[in-house]
């Protein structure tokens, strides 16, 4: 049996507060070199040895960078976590398996019902994809219809739910994607396309991203 409206809700929003446990227990297993190199990759690292951070969004995109694209071994964080440690209960079980089926492409906005914070969006990288229905307490309610934005989807069930690191553009963005892209593109030298295309977009966000508001789910 499908759920109603609130049910549905309350699902996200149980499944969120499982998901920041869960994600913050996987980031606090990286080493210093993790994070060293990850911030390195993010320009987020600067010499001899400190962390530049622009605002406290920062902490939420190199977490979700080290949990979903960095790689040791050819395995992600979120891998190493689910193969070493495994989750801890049926909800985390859950929430693992939905993190490790996710991936990432820039979405756009389709159409939005904020008082049901239900969005429907396209994917713009994978056009043979039908639309995709997401709850979100922020997005709903912070960005129009036609704006895009580089997420990871991640699908729980009846529910699909986005990352904690979305990264914003203005409708006209789209249109200006391959020209701004370029110049990017060839300064970034890694091979693994799930890791250059993070990066590519995380560099376009500093430069022409737009700031989202935070869901608040305590």
Not at 55 to 75: A, H, I, P, Q, T
Not at 104 to 115: C, K, N, Q
Not at 136 to 157: A, E, K, N, Q
Request: net charge positive; aromatic share 14%.
């Amino acid at each position: 049996m499908s759920m109603n409206f609130k049910e549905r809700l309350e699902y996200y929003i149980h499944c969120r507060r499982v998901g920041l446990e869960l994600w913050k227990k996987v980031f606090e297993r990286a080493t210093k070199q993790d994070l060293q190199r990850c911030a390195q990759m993010l320009n987020m690292w600067q010499k001899p040895g400190t962390f530049v951070l622009e605002s406290d969004y920062d902490v939420d995109v190199l977490s979700e960078f080290y949990c979903f694209n960095y790689k040791k071994d050819g395995k992600t964080a979120a891998q190493i976590y689910a193969e070493e440690v495994g989750p801890a209960n049926a909800d985390e079980a859950l929430v693992l398996n939905g993190g490790l089926n996710s991936y990432s492409s820039l979405f756009v906005i389709e159409d939005l019902f904020p008082t049901e914070k239900t969005l429907f969006m396209s994917d713009l990288l994978q056009k043979d994809q039908d639309k995709f229905e997401f709850i979100d307490l922020s997005l709903s309610l912070s960005l129009p219809i036609g704006y895009v934005f580089y997420t990871r989807w991640v699908p729980l069930g009846e529910v699909n739910m986005l990352s904690g690191a979305s990264l914003a553009f203005h409708p006209g963005f789209v249109r200006k994607f391959r020209r701004l892209s370029l110049p990017l593109k060839r300064k970034i030298k890694i091979k693994d396309k799930q890791i250059r295309r993070f990066l590519l977009f995380w560099q376009l966000y500093r430069k022409y991203g737009l700031p989202v508001k935070s869901e608040d789910i305590t």
